[in-house]
């Protein structure tokens, strides 16, 4: 079969061009291959800078396998689809001067009582870097010294962050200056939000968003 879509980061594509390698699943939606994760998106929702879209379900004792220009889960294997490039093509202009990187702790006990991970704050904070200052090498710096200390997803998450390689749900609030989608992705979403202000993503108060009470808007578009 084939994939709906695919990240055409170099990232993902090196994994699936390159040589057969076996791999294991994490969970439903994540299969672990060596040090990288694999997200499996669900076709027409937000696809991710790791992911490929697709319609297969997934075991926990699924035997998985990358390279050669296919992805195969089971007995499917899964071609990818047209191209999705991860990386927004606009970003706000006015942007703010980047602050300091945000510190384990910072995110207060309401969002680590929900189990909500620092590296989605450091991730926000390093794609901002990237995207609104140009600062990659010291993006890739912070991430590759934070990655030590997350898990594998994590790790996963930052390089591409360091990379301006993000989310599509960040798309909508960098390019259509829209952050209803990211909030509305979860607690998850608010905190890469946060990440990206401390980067010196300029806000300001938008029209309230019916579900969640509030809604901020870029400033600058």
């Known amino acids: 079969m084939k994939a709906e879509s695919h990240s055409s980061s170099e990232l993902l594509t090196a994994l699936l061009t390159g040589g057969t390698r076996k791999g294991a699943v994490l969970d439903s939606s994540h299969l672990l291959f060596g040090d990288y994760v694999v997200a499996l998106t669900v076709p027409r929702h937000p696809r991710m800078p790791n992911g490929i879209a ?12 990358i390279g050669r220009g296919t992805l195969t889960i089971g007995r499917t294997d899964i071609a990818p689809g047209p191209e999705w490039d991860p990386c927004p093509r606009a970003v706000p202009s006015g942007c703010l001067p980047p602050g300091p990187e945000p510190l384990v702790g ?100 938008a029209r309230p968003a019916a579900a969640h009470g509030v809604a901020l808007a870029v400033r600058g578009r």
């Open 54 to 65: 697709c319609s297969v379900r997934v075991g926990p004792a699924a035997r998985v396998a």
């Open 106 to 205: 910072t995110l207060g006990p309401s969002f680590t009582a929900a189990g909500l991970g620092y590296d989605a704050l450091l991730a926000g904070y390093v794609a901002g870097l990237t995207l609104l200052h140009g600062q990659r090498r010291r993006a890739e710096q912070i991430a590759g010294r934070a990655a030590l200390d997350h898990g594998p997803l994590g790790a996963t998450i930052l390089r591409h962050a360091a990379r301006g390689e993000v989310p599509e749900v960040v798309h909508e609030l960098l390019v259509a200056g829209d952050s209803g989608p990211l909030i509305g992705s979860g607690p998850d979403g608010i905190v890469w939000l946060r990440g990206l202000v401390s980067a010196g993503l300029p806000l300001e108060p």
